[in-house]
């Protein structure tokens, strides 16, 4: 059975209601020469929205890839969030929430449900844990923990973030266990644009552990960055 759906409707009601705290609209732009499965050069362009609000948080993000081969292909991901719990004081755990993933290929689509915990860690802006049972289109059903996190910081007077995300996905009878460590170290240019918009340069780093499931396949990949914020 395909829960996203079914969740994606119960949630409406709440959402439709909810005040908007926070949201942001991004545009990135990612060239890379050390891809696995596939041409190993590609430039991707991604565009990102992230909004916050009284009934909780929606991340996702569409990706088009233009391989040096010619191929070309899109993939997004779109994550709705519900909070069930949040704290009144300043604790480790924040908020714990209802947490869903829909990824959308060219040729599947797979659904993501379970729990989500936010925590207040220190000089972070914000620190994610998921743990999702995945439905999967194409295989057999397995489970995904996922960490997100952002760390704002400066050196010299210059400011700079690091952010990004790890994926561990279980094994099942057709894949293997995977990881997917990718993280994007970025410095705010804004000021040589003379713009209030955010706007960064930077790399995005990807050590893939078993990509897609594969036995001993592993992406190291370092890719160039900008991205700006409107």
């Not at 059975?1 to 732009?29: E, G, H, K, V």
């Not at 992230?50 to 070309?72: C, E, I, Q, Y």
């Not at 340069?201 to 990509?211: A, D």
Request: no cysteine.
């Amino acid at each position: 059975m395909r829960w996203f759906p079914l969740i994606a409707l119960l949630l409406f009601p709440t959402i439709s209601n909810a005040q908007t705290l926070f949201s942001d609209f991004s545009l990135s732009y990612l060239k890379g020469s050390n891809y696995q499965v596939g041409d190993p050069e590609r430039q991707l362009l991604t565009l990102e929205y992230v909004n916050a609000s009284t009934w909780g948080d929606l991340f996702l993000f569409t990706d088009r890839s233009h391989s040096k081969n010619g191929n070309k292909t899109s993939y997004s991901e779109i994550s709705p969030r519900l909070k069930i719990w949040q704290s009144e004081t300043h604790s480790l755990i924040n908020q714990i929430s209802l947490s869903t993933t829909a990824e959308l290929g060219e040729d599947f689509a797979n659904y993501l449900y379970g729990v989500g915990i936010d925590l207040n860690i220190p000089k972070f802006k914000f620190f994610k844990l998921n743990l999702l049972k995945r439905n999967n289109e194409q295989i057999e059903d397995n489970w995904q923990l996922t960490y997100v996190w952002a760390i704002p910081f400066q050196f010299s007077g210059h400011q700079f973030i690091y952010d990004g995300f790890i994926d561990w996905s279980s094994k099942n009878n057709q894949t293997y266990a995977s990881v997917n460590f990718t993280s994007q170290l970025k410095y705010s240019i804004s000021s040589l644009f003379n713009t209030e918009n955010k706007v960064y340069l930077g790399t995005e780093i990807v050590y893939w552990r078993n990509k897609y499931g594969i036995a001993d396949l592993t992406e190291k990949n370092l890719n160039l960055l900008i991205k700006y914020h409107f």
